[in-house]
Structure formats: structure tokens, C-alpha cells
């Protein structure tokens, strides 16, 4: 069977099974390109190509995986983000684009300048903290990553060892960002769970059904974690240090009112490139 024909036949068995046709062309572009290890752009070349029957096999045995409602980053079992590669699977979620930019607004911020320590609270796959400090490297700064889920620090930690970071970050095993010593970051960052309980049982399967529902269910409003690291952030962060969240789309005002009464200043809350307010962020006087 030829590249192109198997391209053809994953995404009509994709479309069989309840894809949308755009969407299954893009996931078996994506499945065969890092199978073959070559770019999207180089799998057009490609296409006449005769690939062997076992790798047929391995890939049809990943398109039923997807079509299954396995999200393709665990069929794949790594995935980039931010100039890195991370190992994928089920004990943590999923790195999403949006918190990709939530990198970017640390390293294009005043106080990114001048940190000298940086704790990731919820680190799970670790994406969020290595991308900061790969790009820290050669550096003296320091990086923490604090994890309730033992099963998805581990994933991190086994990340932090592939991309050689592995002295760099140190790696806690806790509930928030109050295992952290007083007055000890320049730096809080969270992804946290933000998706009101309810909520959580409307999710999609395939995120529901794979990805783990404690990275997913943020309480009764959503907002029951944020608010616990907006308050420790109050005796854990420095004096000017910054707190930088990812949120729900409805939550913006919300988060606002929240770090202003805690007593954070110069809050901001921004939107992410589809326009929903996706980041919040303060700084403790």
C-alpha cells in the first residue's frame, strides 16, 4: 500500500466512524507524517511511496485507536509544544495550543527579566515548566513543578529527563502552591483545573473518556483551585513577583474581581487567538 493510499483510506474510515472530513484528513497527515518521521510538507513527496506491511499494520492499528476516541497525542505517545517535545499519555492532559501562548506572555514579560526562581502549580505532562526552562538554559535560574497527581509528576519528571533538564527542575509531590517555602517565587504559573463540575460530564469523549477528569474538574464554578493559588500566592510569591493563570473562557471578570481583592495589581486578563478570554495574571505589590 502507497502513502497516498493509505492517507486516503485512514481518513474515510475516520469519517466512518463520526469525524468531520477536514479534521480526518488533518489526523492522518499528522498520524503518517511522524510515523515516517518526515515533515507534512515532505509527506506529499511521499505519496507513491510502498510502505512495508508491518508498518501498515502499526498504522492501521493507530487509526483504530483514534477512531476509537483516543485523542492522537496518546496514539502517538509525544507531542511538540513550545520548542520542545514532550512524552504523552493519559496519566496527565493533554498541551494545548493556548497554553503555548501562556509561555509566551512569561517570556515577553518585565518580570521574566529579573526571576530567579519560577513554580509551575498542576505542572502534568511538565509543559509549561520546561518550556521555561529550556529556554532558560545556560542560565541560573531556578525552576519548581508541583503536582497533586504522583502519576503525573512522574510523566513529567521522565520528560524533564529526556530533554536533559532534569537538574534544573526540582519536582514536588503536593496540593497547590502552599508546599512552597514563603516569599521563595518571582514566578507562580498555573494551568489549573478551571471546568465547572456539571460541566465536566458535557466534555467531549475523547476528552472525557481519556484525559483525567482531576486535570479537568475546577468545583462547583470552576474557580475553587484558582482561588486557592491566588491566596497562597499572597505569602509565596516575593514582593513585585507575578502570578500567571490559564482560564475559562467565562471566567475573566470573575478572576479580575478575584486578584484585585486578594490584593494583586497591574491585573490582567487577555484573550487567546480565537478571542475567549483565556489568561489572567497579577502582581503582588
Not at 260 to 270: I, K, P, S
Amino acid at each position: 500500500m502507497t502513502v497516498e493510499r493509505l492517507l486516503e483510506a485512514g481518513a474515510a474510515y475516520l469519517c466512518r466512524h463520526g469525524m468531520e472530513a477536514e479534521e480526518a484528513q488533518s489526523q492522518a497527515r499528522i498520524l503518517l507524517s511522524e510515523v515516517l518521521n518526515c515533515s507534512l510538507s515532505a509527506l506529499t513527496l511521499q505519496a507513491k511511496r510502498v510502505l512495508e506491511e508491518a508498518l501498515v499494520q502499526r498504522l492501521r492499528e493507530q487509526f483504530k485507536r483514534i477512531a476509537s476516541g483516543e485523542p492522537i497525542q496518546y496514539v502517538l505517545g509525544t507531542w511538540p509544544f513550545h520548542n520542545i517535545t514532550l512524552r504523552t499519555d493519559a496519566r496527565a492532559l493533554i498541551p494545548r495550543p493556548e497554553t503555548e501562548e501562556l509561555v509566551e506572555r512569561i517570556l515577553r514579560s518585565e518580570v521574566w527579566a529579573r526571576a530567579e526562581h519560577i513554580a509551575d502549580i498542576g505542572t502534568g505532562t511538565g509543559a509549561i515548566i520546561l518550556a521555561l526552562a529550556h529556554a532558560a538554559r545556560g542560565t541560573n535560574r531556578r525552576f519548581t513543578a508541583v503536582d497533586l497527581s504522583e502519576a503525573a509528576l512522574s510523566l513529567a519528571q521522565e520528560n524533564a529527563q529526556a530533554l536533559g533538564l532534569s537538574d534544573v527542575v526540582t519536582f514536588i509531590h503536593g496540593n497547590g502552591a502552599g508546599v512552597l517555602p514563603a516569599c521563595s517565587c518571582d514566578i507562580l504559573v498555573s494551568n489549573p483545573p478551571y471546568i465547572a463540575t456539571a460541566e465536566v460530564n458535557q466534555l467531549p469523549s475523547h476528552i472525557l473518556d481519556h484525559e483525567p477528569r482531576m486535570a479537568l474538574d475546577g468545583g462547583a464554578d470552576g474557580l475553587d483551585i484558582l482561588r486557592q493559588i491566588i491566596l497562597d500566592g499572597t505569602q509565596v510569591l516575593k514582593p513585585s513577583g507575578r502570578l500567571f493563570f490559564e482560564i475559562g473562557d467565562e471566567q475573566g471578570l470573575s478572576m479580575q474581581r478575584l486578584l484585585e481583592r486578594a490584593g494583586y495589581a497591574d491585573v490582567v486578563v487577555a484573550r487567546d487567538f480565537a478571542g475567549h478570554h483565556r489568561y489572567a495574571e497579577g502582581s503582588l505589590l
